[in-house]
């Protein structure tokens, strides 16, 4: 299970409305839980540095350099990423998957029609290129 405040998950909604009709992405930090769950503590967007970003993300090769590198034993970690998916369901797409890095990471995808965000689903990589296994999200 993977658990986010409403605040932050809004918080994503609102950034994936204001980048329609492109994508939005970020990264998310937190902590697993400690029975199999994680716990997202904190948001951080990125510049979507991709070509085609109507139909592409990209985060930005700086930020997630920067914030991967947490002192050992650091409260949160970089535990995936978000974005959105313009006219588009909550699920990973074939170009999620073939670009997919990080295993065990937690993509929150959320839909955008129209301007209007959706439902976000989450799904975990199992492997870097996929497959991804959905895994459920509670807001808190």
Not at 30 to 40: F, L, T
């Amino acid at each position: 299970m993977i658990a986010i405040t409403r605040s932050l998950l809004a918080t994503i909604c609102r950034n994936a409305e204001a980048a329609y009709p492109d994508e939005c992405c970020g990264l998310l930090l937190g902590r697993e839980d400690g029975a199999g769950g994680i716990e997202i503590s904190r948001i951080v967007p990125s510049a979507n540095l991709a070509a085609d970003r109507r139909r592409r993300f990209e985060i930005d090769p700086a930020l997630y350099f920067t914030l991967m590198r947490a002192p050992p034993g650091a409260a949160e970690r970089l535990v995936g990423l978000y974005h959105s998916h313009p006219d588009g369901p909550a699920v990973p797409s074939a170009h999620d998957a073939a670009a997919a890095w990080e295993a065990g990471w937690i993509w929150l995808i959320v839909p955008v029609a129209r301007g209007r965000s959706g439902e976000a689903a989450a799904h975990r990589l199992a492997a870097p290129g996929g497959p991804f296994e959905a895994v459920p999200l509670m807001l808190r």
